[in-house]
């Protein structure tokens, strides 16, 4: 005879265990925050303090000048610049942890856009550091000159900030997705999706000048990067001080009597710790 607890077939059904079938949505949005704002540090260390510290464009003296006398911290701003890049893929999957359950489709692209923006980025550390060797004298550039070997130092500086530019296409890029995701969850003020969206078109804009119209671009640029500052510093700031409101998001089903714990754990998104 079946035990009272077995099933029709004899076989036990398969008991669900609340609070495994995905992680806490507060724990890794507050997880995605504290890594966003790692990335505020060491990038803005690398993109928004060293190169501008570095980089004359078209005065290549002047470049290899700053590159020689700051040398130290310039192979910092390399490495700071390679976990940067790092760190963005770490926080592209830890949002598509939290927010894959909006739109899959939409969360992959996300993290699509970010490792290519990040791996451009990566790259495009070879000419900085190539850069910083000629400049240093571990490549022999004698046969070339002194005013030679300046403009080698120029023009690999200049490749980086370019290739800088074409990463931040999918700087741009990634935003948008994320912006969807978070706009459809219910998890996220408005306001601050909106201001996502629009940085993530801001970005563009950006980019496009500079290679399009730099003259407009230097007009434009102090400008143009201010919705992209804010709305990444406030989706930053978010993420760790409130984590997500799930107030708002609808609730999981309860779950079905004899229902595998595959199934149940496809159905819960937002339960929260």
């Given at each position: 005879m079946s035990s009272p607890g077995d099933t029709a077939t004899g076989d036990k059904p398969q008991r669900v265990v609340h609070g495994t079938t995905r992680k806490s949505p507060k724990r890794l949005a507050r997880t995605a925050g504290v890594i966003y704002l790692l990335i505020a540090v060491f990038g803005g260390f690398a993109q928004g303090f060293l190169q501008p510290k570095m980089y004359v464009p078209g005065d290549a003296a002047a470049t290899t000048e700053n590159v020689v006398a700051n040398e130290t911290l310039m192979r910092l701003g390399i490495v700071s610049d390679l976990v940067n890049e790092v760190l963005l893929v770490l926080l592209a999957f830890t949002l598509y942890a939290l927010l894959k359950h909006v739109h899959i489709a939409a969360a992959r692209a996300m993290v699509a856009l970010a490792i290519l923006a990040a791996g451009i980025t990566a790259l495009d550390e070879?000419?900085?550091?190539?850069?910083?060797?000629?400049?240093?004298?571990?490549?022999?550039?004698?046969?070339?000159?002194?005013?030679?070997?300046?403009?080698?130092?120029?023009?690999?500086?200049?490749?980086?900030?370019?290739?800088?530019?074409?990463?931040?296409?999918?700087?741009?890029?990634?935003?948008?997705?994320?912006?969807?995701?978070?706009?459809?969850?219910?998890?996220?003020?408005?306001?601050?999706?909106?201001?996502?969206?629009?940085?993530?078109?801001?970005?563009?804009?950006?980019?496009?000048?500079?290679?399009?119209?730099?003259?407009?671009?230097?007009?434009?640029?102090?400008?143009?990067?201010?919705?992209?500052?804010?709305?990444?510093?406030?989706?930053?700031?978010?993420?760790?001080?409130?984590?997500?409101?799930?107030?708002?998001?609808?609730?999981?089903?309860?779950?079905?009597?004899?229902?595998?714990?595959?199934?149940?754990?496809?159905?819960?998104?937002?339960?929260?710790?």
């Open positions: 070879v000419f900085e550091f190539a850069g910083l060797q000629v400049a240093t004298g571990a490549v022999d550039m004698s046969a070339i000159g002194v005013d030679g070997s300046d403009s080698m130092v120029l023009l690999m500086l200049d490749t980086q900030h370019y290739g800088l530019l074409i990463a931040q296409i999918f700087f741009g890029l990634w935003l948008a997705p994320l912006a969807y995701l978070a706009y459809q969850s219910g998890w996220f003020p408005k306001l601050l999706t909106l201001v996502l969206a629009v940085a993530a078109g801001c970005y563009l804009v950006d980019v496009f000048t500079a290679f399009l119209a730099p003259d407009l671009n230097q007009l434009i640029h102090g400008f143009i990067t201010v919705p992209c500052i804010i709305a990444e510093i406030w989706m930053a700031g978010y993420l760790v001080t409130v984590g997500v409101n799930t107030k708002r998001s609808m609730k999981a089903k309860p779950p079905v009597i004899g229902a595998f714990a595959g199934d149940v754990a496809g159905a819960s998104t937002s339960g929260v710790r």
